[in-house]
């Protein structure tokens, strides 16, 4: 019988008040159930009645991403009554996060800032602690630090999957540890066959100098090094530092281009491959007998494969015809003791991988079709008995790799995909990428790309192609000017007709052809005298993807000049119909003068 936990604004399932109970009858409680079961829930109802009792002064939350901590809070402000929630990320200044540990009866923290802030969090009172994903509670992990030196009184912790080789270090640190199982006939409905999880990959400081140094040397290249600089950036930040090294090894224009940084690439600090060290910790947290892992590049793809063999995992290399015996390579990964499969892009399309129950994405494709040529080989396992699939993306934050990380998700999604990924962590990925960077701008005013690559730090290319993507989703729109072409975000369109009056009046009649093409109508043509007559004619035919409008003005002279203009932009609103038209009779005007 599902139930209310004072505090809460919401009822929990059987299950989890049967866990919030059994947690808060202990000083440290460890709480294990499959992902999909709700676990964020029964943390909210143990924190709810820890406070509620007066068990809590403050508690503090730990995520292991940003990203989490973001979604996390969100959920808890939602179903806290009157508890004031905030976050404490590393990107904020310490002044920032200690006005929030003050003001807050409930943070949500990684574990670094979390430590770098102890003292603070000490001092504030923060009495009870709840450690999400604790199965990284273990050796140098941050939250071990901040267990043994922050003094809780009270703790809880989090995980679908405790290995057996951590337990008892968890049950030192937090507490007594019960599992909550898939194949309770209470929970399984709400497992999903397969999960996705997310571990951010970051740079450090030296790699992060070369991804810089790539950006500057592409806003002062043109056309084709452009291109090829750009790729650069993104073999970095996708596949490791050593794509570039291996770069430079052969005779090529793009070894040329990379020449300009080899002794960045020679810094100590700079890692191979930097997801490596992830991709270890993945490897530990799911105790699954069989791993696929997609590299794109195969010099990456061996040095991967050697170093987990150099950690004691059986591994076999699927890296195309001609560089390895791929039958007995298959052989060998059918084998049961074979724990990880190193696949390139080889292992996405006509060669039968075995099936895996963990699918470890390292070089992520904005590509609907390896996206699900490469989920396939998890999702036609599902079905059988036994616990759920696991795909795991490794992501470079702030890079390129998020960009094509989420627009991989979006792609599949649209086509169909059904991907377990909950639609608030795919909200917050979105905030993470070069989109968002760009519609934070224009929800502001309305610019052409320059200023906004002025403003937001990036290269005009990059700005334009992701302009160009954003007008085609309708989050953006423009209208021309004198200037060029000026967006706004799809939410503050209205900024067009305040901004640019002489752009978005309209009031003037013309003879009009505007071609069309509609979602639900197809292609066709209009005739109109005015921007009000033209939107009698076309709100009917919303959302449209694209408009070619041709006006007849007709000159002092008494000859007519013709003028085209087109918009390229999915236009789902009146409001946007409605700029748009009255831009192209103004613009028709201004050009006629």
Known sequence: ??????????????????????????????????????????????IAARLSRGECRKVLVLEPTRILVAQVRGMLSRVLENVTVREARGPISRAERIGVYRSARVVVATPEAALEDIDVIVREGFDCIVVDECHHTVGRDASVKVLERGGFRKRLGLSAYIPRSRRSIIERLIGEIREWHWSDPRIAPYVPPWIGEVYETPLNEAEQRILYELEKLASRLTGRDRALARLAQRWLVRDGALALVDSLRKPTRMAEILSSIEDLLRDPRVRPAHKLEWLLRVLEDH?????????????????????????????????????????????????????????????????????????????????????????GRVRRAVGRQGPPRVVVYLVTPDSPDMDAFVESLEYALEAGVDLPVDPGLLDKLRERTIAAKILAVLTQEPMTSDWIAEVTGLARDRVERELRRLCKRGDVIYVHTGIGRVYAAGPAVHLLGEKLPAYTAGDVEA???????????????????????????????????????????????????????????LIDTVEKLEIILRNAFSRATLEAR
């Open 1 to 46: 019988m599902a139930g209310i936990v004072a505090g809460l604004r919401v009822s929990l399932r059987e299950y989890q008040r049967e866990a919030v109970e059994w947690a808060v009858n202990r000083d440290g409680a460890v709480v294990v159930m499959p992902t999909g079961a709700g676990k964020t829930l029964v943390a909210a109802g143990w």
């Open 511 to 569: 003879e009009a052809t505007i071609v069309y093409d509609s979602i639900s109508g197809g292609e066709g043509r209009r005739k109109a005298r005015s921007w009000r007559d033209a939107l009698k004619r076309l709100e009917r035919l919303l959302p449209i993807r694209s408009l070619r409008i041709s006006i007849e003005y007709p000159l002092p002279t008494g000859a007519y000049k013709l003028v085209n203009l087109n918009y390229t932009c």
């Open 287 to 375: 105790d699954n007998p069989k791993t696929i892992v997609f590299i794109d590049r195969v010099v990456v793809a061996e040095y991967v494969a050697s170093r987990l063999e150099a950690k004691g995992f059986r591994v076999v290399k699927i890296l195309g015809r001609g560089r390895v015996d791929v039958a007995r390579a298959l052989e060998e990964a059918r084998r049961p003791e074979t724990r990880v499969i190193v696949s390139t892009s080889a292992g996405e399309e006509g060669v039968d991988l075995p099936e895996a129950e963990m699918l470890v994405v390292w070089s992520n494709v904005a590509s609907p079709v390896r996206f699900i040529q490469r989920h």
